[in-house]
């Protein structure tokens, strides 16, 4: 069957906050120019937002220079914070930091606890209302070059390819969507961002990215223990002092509170269970307190850019950009990201407007990174930049240094660098210490099968695995013998295992992509990068709804 086309004036693939407010812009352009635009947003979940978890706390300056009545039209930010707690965690205790000890970036005054799950709802309804197409369930497999080597937009994934990669019954070719311009806005580690990141070398100048895995849930909890507006943030145990981490809980809606704890992907030793820490984390006295009596609705995870401004490549490449997380424009103190992704695609749509009005097509909109730089966005990361780089110095070192630069504001004349990426930093199994994790109550903590299954998660099982090896024989000829296999442990969705005969021989490495929750944590700290992750068919994957 022959392949389809459609043109568009720009494509933007990924209806996250960063695509959503690229387009929203876009069209609001467009429209104070009295021209005609087509924008097209690919979402590769089953609807927008199946695919988002963040936290989340919204800081909502971005929205407001968007969407100025937001709150007119319904915005679903219902929910403004009323009270930070800030606590070391102990196994058995906590210690509540004073108010006053805290950086500028803990206070949350004027934000909203949010689901970003509605709150992406609510804006791709913003974005068709000014004549934007949103197209979920489409993953973007491929990009599309012309003889100059220029984007000229993606290729869709074909539907209906069996397992052997043979076409079935109901293969349906993909189509290719074409555009003078394409914003690349997938999320953490995507798989089209990592082939232009490569193609175009966009990575030459700045800092090894580095992530955390975050894990989330939200309980519905008794009435009395519910506080509207509460945001408490902490770290501490379970991480111990080498391990980046820490933990939050926001108290929203209807006795509702999102609780989840984020672990620094790079992480030494290989024994590490990052679920298992998550469920750890849910037993301090404090957590517990509010838990208990309640119930479990929902459970995801999802990897989280951490490099700060020093690992952002460069934005732009010939026919479009990296906008959002793509691009990695996250305030890791602040603990928020949303808010610069937002701001990120709006000027990016900015620059390309720009383009497109001065007649130009498929080449370098460059005026994105001077936008960038000029803009309120670059400020707040450059005052931060230092803050996730010094836990090099293990968490009472890092935290020091940290909380002084943050009372600094930035000001320090240097800027601390990512040495490493974070699959560089595994020690040897065998000089780990191993760690102690008990079994799950069932009533606070859970295992990893029952979470996953609140995830939704599906996908087509004829269909060729998403998750696939360089070369086969790694696992078990080289990360079994020195690293125990650490994907065991580092997925959070029970993708990866070591089976052997009863009497413990002949071990194999099984990858069960039908529970793969599109995390991206093994893309990342698989140890030799021998596993890569590309997308599925489209509507595969989690179906997080109002995470």
């Known amino acids: 069957m022959e392949r389809e086309s459609m043109e568009f004036d720009v494509v933007i693939v990924g209806a996250g906050p960063s695509g959503l407010s690229a387009s ?29 978890l963040s936290g989340a706390v919204l800081e909502p300056h971005a929205l407001d220079e968007l969407i100025p009545d937001w709150k007119d039209r319904g915005a679903p930010l219902r929910t403004p914070v009323t009270k930070d707690e800030f606590h070391i965690f102990t196994e058995v205790s906590s210690f509540k930091l004073p108010h006053f000890l805290l950086p500028p970036e803990q206070n949350n005054h004027g934000n909203y606890i949010v689901s970003m799950g509605e709150v992406c709802r609510w804006l791709a309804e913003q974005a068709e209302g000014l004549g ?15 003889d100059r080597g220029r984007v000229t937009g993606v290729a869709t994934g074909d539907m209906g390819v069996g397992r052997d990669g043979e076409p079935t019954a109901t293969f349906t070719p993909g189509m290719d969507l074409l555009a003078k311009y ?80 984020v672990i620094g992907l790079d992480y030494k030793n290989p024994h590490r269970h990052l679920f298992e820490d ?26 989280i ?17 990296l906008i959002g997380c793509s691009a990695g424009f996250v305030n890791v103190p602040k603990i928020k990201g949303n808010h610069t992704a937002m701001k990120s695609g709006m000027l990016a749509a900015e620059a390309v407007f720009e383009a497109i009005a001065d ?43 940290a909380g002084i630069d943050l009372w600094l504001r930035g000001s320090l004349p240097w800027t601390l660098r990512h040495a490493h990426a974070d699959h560089e930093t595994l020690r040897p199994a065998a000089a780990s210490k191993p760690i102690d994790y008990p079994k799950p109550d069932g009533v606070i903590t859970f295992d990893k099968l029952s979470s996953v299954f609140l995830t939704n998660t599906n996908h087509a099982e004829d269909q060729p695995c998403h998750l696939t090896l360089k070369d086969a024989a790694t696992p078990i000829a080289h990360n079994l013998p020195l690293y125990d296999e650490p994907a065991q442990r580092y997925c959070p969705a029970g993708v990866y295992e070591v089976v052997r005969e009863a009497d413990g021989s002949n071990p194999r490495f099984v990858i069960n992509a039908q529970n793969c929750i599109h995390c991206k944590t093994c893309d990342i700290k698989d140890p030799t990068q021998n596993i890569v992750w590309t997308v599925p068919e489209g509507s595969g994957g989690p179906v997080y709804g109002a995470m």
């Open 132 to 146: 934007v197409e949103v197209y979920p369930g489409f993953a973007a497999a491929r990009i599309l070059t012309d």
């Open 24 to 52: 929203i812009r876009l069209m609001q352009l467009a429209q104070d120019a009295g021209r005609e635009l087509s924008v097209c947003v690919l979402e590769k979940g089953a609807e927008v937002g199946a695919h988002i």
């Open 278 to 303: 998550f469920q750890k984390y849910k037993t301090n006295p404090v957590i517990r307190e509010y838990l208990e009596g309640g119930r479990r609705i929902s459970y995801g995870a999802r990897a």
């Open 305 to 321: 850019n951490e490099g700060g401004l020093q690992s952002i490549p460069k934005l732009t490449f010939p026919g479009g950009a």
């Open 359 to 401: 007649g130009r097509a498929h080449d370098e909109p460059a005026a994105f990174t001077m936008k960038f730089e000029q803009s309120w966005m670059w400020k707040e990361l450059h005052t931060v930049r230092n803050a996730r780089p010094a836990y090099r110095w293990g968490l009472l070192g890092g935290t020091l240094y």
């Open 182 to 261: 394409t914003l690349i806005a997938e999320g953490v580690r995507g798989s089209l961002a990592q082939s232009l990141m490569a193609t175009f070398d966009l990575r030459a100048d700045c800092d090894p990215q580095t992530y955390g895995l975050g894990f989330k849930e939200i309980w519905e909890i008794p009435a009395d223990k519910h506080r509207p507006g509460l945001v408490l943030h902490g770290f501490g145990w379970p991480m111990d002092l080498e391990t980046y981490g820490g933990g939050w809980m926001y108290h929203y809606g209807e006795n509702l509170v999102s609780l989840g704890l």
